[in-house]
């Protein structure tokens, strides 16, 4: 943790693996590494107390989306997990595998519907308040490595096929709203507004201005 002010390291947490991803949601520090999920209370943020740790299968874990009091783990062939905050401890409180044994790469959440990035090819839909969850697909030319939502918009990385923008009227069915593609290989998406920044690696940041019209 370093100080905005003075530009010095603060705080350092040695972790127990590989930093896979980071976010912080509420009062906690989420960080997921190569082993597992680690969990900090950040109540005083200049000496973040350990709050939980969490084991996987080693090198399952590759993405999350943390919205307090839940955090969405993608675990690759063994699905997704839901996890959620409660009191002092946190519990699995959904969990998820694909039917056709696709691996979940990314997943975000939309109201009850979880956007799943599919190894195998396309978006995979569930909306989780069904007993029958899997309620849809979006087909893609190219798998999808990442999903991002946006007010109401799906963004999603299909790696060398760039950009894939979806508007959510149907959450169970989206409609395309546009696409953008260079032939270089996508690894992230960032959205603030009308403004989508895209990590393209060592081809740089390129950022679009999107209009609902």
Known sequence: MVSFTDGKVST???????IVSLGI????LFVLTSLGLEIYDLTNPKSPQNFANLVFSAGSALSMYPSYPYVIVSLGAEGLIILKVEGNSIKKVYEYRLPDGSPVLDAVPYGSYIYIASGMGGIKILNTASQNPLVGEIKTEKPASRVVIYNKYLFASLGNGGLMMYILTNPASPTVF???????FLYDIAVYENIVALAFGQGGLITLRISPN
Not at 12 to 18: D, F, H
Not at 178 to 184: A, P, T
Request: aromatic content about 16%; charged content about 5%; glycine content about 16%.
């Open 178 to 184: 546009g696409y953008y593609s260079n032939n270089l």
């Open 25 to 28: 949601s509420s009062n906690y």
């Open 12 to 18: 350092s947490i040695p972790t127990g693996g590989r």
